[in-house]
């Protein structure tokens, strides 16, 4: 059973930086898609990003690109997202995923794996 556990989150005010890790146990993930989704009060569970563990490639949410970098660790198992300049938009419970897919997917709903989830808030 594929087990995710995030840490990182925080309290920061905007303009500031925060990264989140989640360390991913269970599987070999060679052939897996992991990253972030993240969910603010009273709105839907968005896609944030994604990294192909195979291959490295990316995906970022348009509303992120340019402030968030994705990474992973393969030797740790674990996929990280840095982030900068974070916007009180940005506030959210930030979760972490992973499947077994070829191609990164933007629907929660493709996802069975997810972790228990990190706050986030950043304060204006």
């Known amino acids: 059973q594929v087990q995710l556990v995030e840490s990182g989150g925080g309290l920061v005010q905007a303009g500031g930086s925060l990264s989140l890790s989640c360390a991913a146990s269970g599987r070999t993930f060679n052939n897996y898609v992991m990253g972030w989704f993240r969910q603010a009060p009273g709105k839907e569970r968005e896609f944030v990003s994604c990294?192909?563990?195979?291959?490295?490639?990316?995906e970022y949410a348009d509303s992120v690109k340019g402030r968030f970098t994705i990474s992973r660790d393969n030797a740790k198992n674990t996929v990280y997202l840095q982030m900068n300049s974070l916007k009180p938009e940005d506030t959210a419970v930030y979760y972490c995923?992973?499947?077994?897919?070829?191609?990164?997917?933007?629907?929660?709903?493709?996802?069975?794996?997810w972790g228990q989830g990190t706050q986030v808030t950043v304060s204006s």
């Open positions: 995923v992973a499947d077994p897919k070829l191609w990164i997917y933007r629907d929660p709903r493709r996802y069975d794996y």
């Open positions: 990294i192909r563990w195979s291959s490295g490639s990316t």
